[in-house]
């Protein structure tokens, strides 16, 4: 018979580990929180992101607006508010196209093995040489400031590092029993990569998945600092960043904020990140 500690299942196991990390769980409540309350914007902001007051101009912080108002009278909060939907938005979508053509090309390569794996992981060795920032400014002159071109070069630039471990972990599940059961069956691959192998993989899909949004959020706010990005009256934190930057000097509060808010966010999807991939850790 076997104890408790082998009946415990992985997943069960895992989550038991996650919520006895503190500093995970409360990165966790923190990442939850600003996702509601940029995705309740029309809601809650108390005035719309493009309003404008010139009469009242710049203002620091006060009861009308609690982070106060920029160099055109547009209330801060509300801004940082609609501006994180973008934010948000990017390193969402900009994850889920890295984690499609990563899991896609890992898993190939991680079948096919011999020469074939080989080769496409030389290609992957190719593209990590490329300056991939201009990559994205290239795309967004030639092409346009549209933000779901954004999206989608951000997204094709970032599954490098997703592609290398899935290929890693589909070399050594492609060895287990259950696979090569699988392939004595009968089964094709492509059933064998949805039914036995993405399963298995999902855990650690949903942990570098977790760690990739802070840095394509980190890229869209580079991209927006130099004034490729969100085109106004729109905006997003690394837009916003930009405009507080250009007027520090005087109106510190321009900056101050959505940086705090940006870097808070960023900090906490690390740990949350870095939280998951402990708690799914099969050494530990």
């Known amino acids: 018979m076997q104890d408790d500690a082998t009946a415990i299942s992985p997943w069960r196991r895992s989550r038991e580990r996650f919520f006895a990390d503190r500093g995970g769980v409360c990165a966790g409540v923190f990442v939850v929180l600003v996702f509601v309350l940029c995705l309740s914007a029309p809601l809650i902001a108390p005035y719309g992101f493009e309003v404008q007051d010139l009469d009242a101009g710049p203002a620091g912080p006060s009861w009308a607006h609690w982070f106060g ?7 801060v909060l509300s801004r940082l508010l609609y501006g994180g939907q973008v934010s948000l938005k990017v390193g969402i979508i900009a994850t889920l196209v890295s984690c499609v053509i990563g899991i896609a090309y890992g898993m190939t390569a991680g079948w096919i093995g011999a020469w074939g794996d080989s080769f496409m992981m030389r290609a992957v060795d190719v593209l990590y040489a490329l300056p991939f920032t201009l990559f994205v400014i290239l795309l967004t002159v030639i092409f346009g400031q549209d933000m779901w071109l954004i999206y989608v070069a951000i997204g094709a630039i970032s ?41 298995n993989l999902l855990g650690t899909i949903i942990v570098y998945a977790t760690l990739t949004i802070p840095g394509v959020m980190l890229l869209e706010a580079f991209i927006s600092f130099l004034g490729l990005g969100v085109r ?17 000097g005087d109106y510190p509060w ?16 690390n740990s949350f990140g870095d939280a998951l991939r402990d708690a799914f850790d099969p050494k530990k």
Do not use: N, Y
Not at 232 to 248: Q, R
């Open 232 to 248: 106004p009256p729109e905006t997003s934190w690394g837009l916003m960043i930009k405009e507080g930057a250009d007027v520090m």
């Open 159 to 199: 599954w490098l590092t997703m592609a290398r471990i899935i290929r890693s972990m589909t070399r050594d599940l492609r060895r287990q029993p259950f696979v090569e059961a699988a392939v004595c069956m009968g089964q094709s691959v492509p059933q064998i990569m949805w039914r036995h192998l993405l399963p």
């Open 254 to 269: 321009l900056l101050i904020f959505p940086g705090v808010v940006f870097s808070g966010t960023l900090f906490a999807l």
């Open 69 to 75: 108002t920029d160099v055109l009278g547009r209330d």
